[in-house]
């Protein structure tokens, strides 16, 4: 089990920025592909992005692609996420999850259920 905990997010008028950070405990956490998923008021959990182990792979849900970058410092135990040109509904409380199997490769959206660590997460209000 790894612990989750994530930090970063705040109020931000429409095309500004926010870095969100995950710092991670518990377990070996160079060896788990690490998620990105948001979820606003009265709307299911979705997807955001998702880092692979070695940070060499990553993958975007169509919404935020080119505008949000997720990175990852190993030697931290800590996944970030920067997200330019925010817009109203970007606005949700995002959460980083940790997959339940170590050393797997995602080319696509990752199912919800394949994680099985997550955050508490943090709100993100983009609103001028």
């Known amino acids: 089990q790894v612990q989750l905990v994530e930090s970063g997010g705040g109020l931000v008028q429409p095309g500004g920025s926010l870095r969100l950070s995950c710092a991670a405990s518990?377990?070996?956490?160079?060896?788990?592909?690490m998620g990105w998923f948001r979820q606003a008021p009265g709307k299911e959990r979705e997807f955001v992005a998702v880092?692979?182990?070695?940070?060499?792979?990553?993958y975007y849900g169509n919404s935020v692609r080119r505008r949000f970058t997720i990175s990852r410092e190993n030697a931290k135990n800590t996944v970030y996420q920067q997200m330019n040109s925010l817009k109203p509904e970007d606005t949700a409380n995002f959460y980083c999850?940790?997959?339940?199997?170590?050393?797997?490769?995602?080319?696509?959206?990752?199912?919800?259920?394949?994680?099985?660590?997550w955050g508490q997460g943090t709100q993100v209000t983009v609103s001028s």
């Open positions: 999850a940790a997959d339940k199997i170590p050393r797997r490769h995602y080319y696509g959206t990752p199912p919800t259920g394949n994680f099985g660590s």
């Open positions: 518990g377990r070996t956490f160079s060896s788990y592909t």
């Open positions: 880092i692979s182990f070695s940070g060499g792979t990553t």
